[in-house]
Structures are given as structure tokens and as C-alpha cells.
């Protein structure tokens, strides 16, 4: 399905935001691309990118004339940014998001959509820990899963048209209920942020163990918590405020089986903790099978050659020939 828009308004121009500009650029899906966000410096930063054509402050402006809205701000700023553009939202456009929860995103913009507008939230799952302007780029989504949770009464042929504008960005993309998503969400993504956080602000507290120990022996594991434990603080406080219940349901289960492998580690039952290590190993392959990591040694670290040393000089004895 071909896919072109004639104004592209992304509301916020962090990680997603500046990637969505470049990619949708780079792939000619776009007209213009219109930029607004609340700080003077974020979007300065973007003019110098030169992400979009139009830069403002003032969201309402940006979305006019749009026939394709993105928000890319924290989920907590939406309802504002729903009831700021909401009026002035062009009819016949598609106003989407990037969050990470989704129910909260239907209750909080939806009541601020005008009629003939289709509202298909949306959540790239796609990411690293940088954020900002400068921390986009247009691989970003490239054979990542972006998924749409069109609202009731969406015509199918806009959400088809979503559909193809995230495939022209690299993206797979599946449609699923927003509540669905939220719980899908909270154990792949949600509860291991939290664990991560946790875990590292754990080792910043340990009295018995020095700050610069935990960072001068940092193990592989400990290491990989930091970097999602890097993440945007503002955009993840609100992703836990916004889909608590899916989270406290997940972290309820994940306690209980922390103290049921709590339990093996006390009583030594080795046979146990194998079984657990071995299924939990099967779902480690399976990530790598869909695609969605690599298989390379040292999860794809580059590694530097060994220098080739260099042959001996050979030394001459005299004596002539060989006998």
C-alpha cells in the first residue's frame, strides 16, 4: 500500500520523535514535518538537526493542517496536549501516539478528539537508553514490532494506512486491544524497568560495598541493568503512574516466584533451580529465532582482532649451508 502524507505533526522530539522525522524523510512519506515542544533549548536543538521544516511552542499550531499527528511527549503530558490541540485538529487526519501504556493514552486524549478525526494510538517498541533530538535515528524501527490499538469507529482504511506508514519506517506491525497491550507490556517491558532501576539504586545504597567497587567489578548482568536503568526517568515515572494496575498485577506474580526461587537457593535444591534455568534459557532462543536480538558470541559485541605477531628475524650463524 502506497503511503504519503502531506504534513507530519510530531508533538514532542525526543528518541522516537527525532527517529519518526528522519525515517518518514528518509523514505519520502512526508510533505512537511512540523515540530513542537515546550522547551525553547529541545526545539533549537532540532532546528539545528534540521529534523522538520516548521518549529514552534505552540502545539495547536503545529497540528494545523495536519493530516497526520504523532505525540512523542511523556504519556503524563497528554491530556494537556489532547485539550490544547484537540479543536484545532485538521478533519480527516490520524492522531497517534508513541507510549507505552495505552488505555490511559484512549481515556486521557480520547475525549479530546473532534469528530472525523481517527484516533489509533500506537507504541514503537523500539528504544534505547538516550533520549533527546540528537539521540534519533531513521534505523531505529527497522525490523522492530510497532503496535496500533485503533479506538472503536476507526475506519479500516485509516488504520491500514497507519499500518503502511510504519512498515515504510522498517516496522512489523500488530493491532491488538489497548488493555492487552498494557499487560503484554508490563512483563516485557514494564516490571524489568523497575527491577532494573531497583536493583541498581540497591548497589548505590550498599554500605558494605563501596560505589567505586560496584563500578570497577561490574559483571555483565549488573552492567546490562544500568543501561536500562539509564532510560528517560520522567518518561518511565510516567509509564508506572499510567499503567498501574497491569503492573501491580505482574509484580504481584513476579514476587511470588522470586520467594519460590528464593525457597530453592535456601534449601539448595539444585535440581530446581536447573529446571527453572534451563526453561527460562528456551525463551532466551526463542527472543533470538523471532529476530528480535542476535545469536552472535557476547551479544553481538564487536571483538578487536589479536595483533598477528611478527616472525622472528633469523639470525645468522655462518657455517655456511645446511649439512
Not at 515542544?37 to 526545539?43: A, I, K, S
Not at 482504511?157 to 515504510?168: C, G, N, Q, S
Not at 560496584?214 to 555483565?220: D, L
Request: glycine content about 10%; hydrophobic content about 45%.
Amino acid at each position: 500500500m502506497s503511503v504519503h502524507f502531506k504534513k507530519l505533526a510530531l508533538i514532542g522530539i525526543g528518541l522516537i520523535g527525532s527517529s519518526i522525522a528522519l525515517a518518514a524523510r528518509r523514505q519520502g512519506l512526508v510533505e512537511v514535518i512540523s515540530i513542537a515542544t515546550r522547551r525553547q533549548e529541545t526545539l533549537d536543538e532540532a532546528r539545528e538537526l534540521g529534523l522538520g521544516d516548521i518549529y514552534t511552542l505552540d502545539a495547536a499550531e503545529a497540528v494545523r493542517g495536519a493530516d497526520l499527528v504523532i505525540l512523542c511527549a511523556p504519556v503524563g503530558a497528554y491530556g494537556a496536549l489532547a485539550a490544547a490541540i484537540g479543536p484545532h485538529l485538521e478533519k480527516g487526519a490520524i492522531l497517534s501516539d508513541v507510549g507505552s501504556v495505552k488505555e490511559h493514552v484512549v481515556r486521557q486524549v480520547g475525549q479530546h478528539v473532534p469528530p472525523g478525526v481517527s484516533f489509533i494510538p500506537g507504541h514503537p517498541i523500539a528504544g534505547t537508553e538516550h533520549s533527546g533530538p540528537s539521540a534519533g535515528f531513521a534505523e531505529l524501527f527497522a525490523g522492530r514490532w510497532c503496535v496500533l490499538t485503533p479506538t472503536e469507529g476507526v475506519a479500516q482504511a485509516d488504520t491500514d494506512r497507519l499500518v503502511a506508514f510504519w512498515r515504510a519506517m522498517g516496522s512489523m506491525v500488530e493491532c491488538m486491544d489497548a488493555a492487552h497491550h498494557d499487560m503484554v507490556l508490563a512483563i516485557t517491558s514494564h516490571i524489568p524497568h523497575l527491577i532494573a532501576y531497583n536493583i541498581v539504586g540497591t548497589a548505590d545504597e550498599l554500605e558494605t560495598v563501596t560505589k567505586s567497587e560496584v563500578i570497577k567489578f561490574s559483571a555483565g548482568g549488573f552492567r546490562d541493568f544500568t543501561r536500562i536503568a539509564a532510560s528517560d526517568p520522567v518518561m518511565w515515572r510516567d509509564v508506572f503512574l499510567t499503567n498501574r494496575d497491569a503492573v501491580l498485577e505482574m509484580l504481584g506474580r513476579f514476587l511470588e516466584d522470586l520467594s519460590v526461587l528464593q525457597r530453592a537457593v535456601r534449601m539448595g535444591d539444585g535440581p530446581a533451580l536447573e529446571a527453572l534455568f534451563t526453561r527460562t534459557r528456551a525463551i532466551r532462543r526463542s527472543i533470538i529465532d523471532a529476530g528480535q536480538d542476535s545469536a552472535a558470541p557476547d551479544f553481538g559485541r564487536p571483538h578487536e582482532q589479536p595483533p598477528i605477531p611478527e616472525p622472528a628475524p633469523v639470525r645468522d650463524h655462518g657455517g655456511g649451508d645446511d649439512a
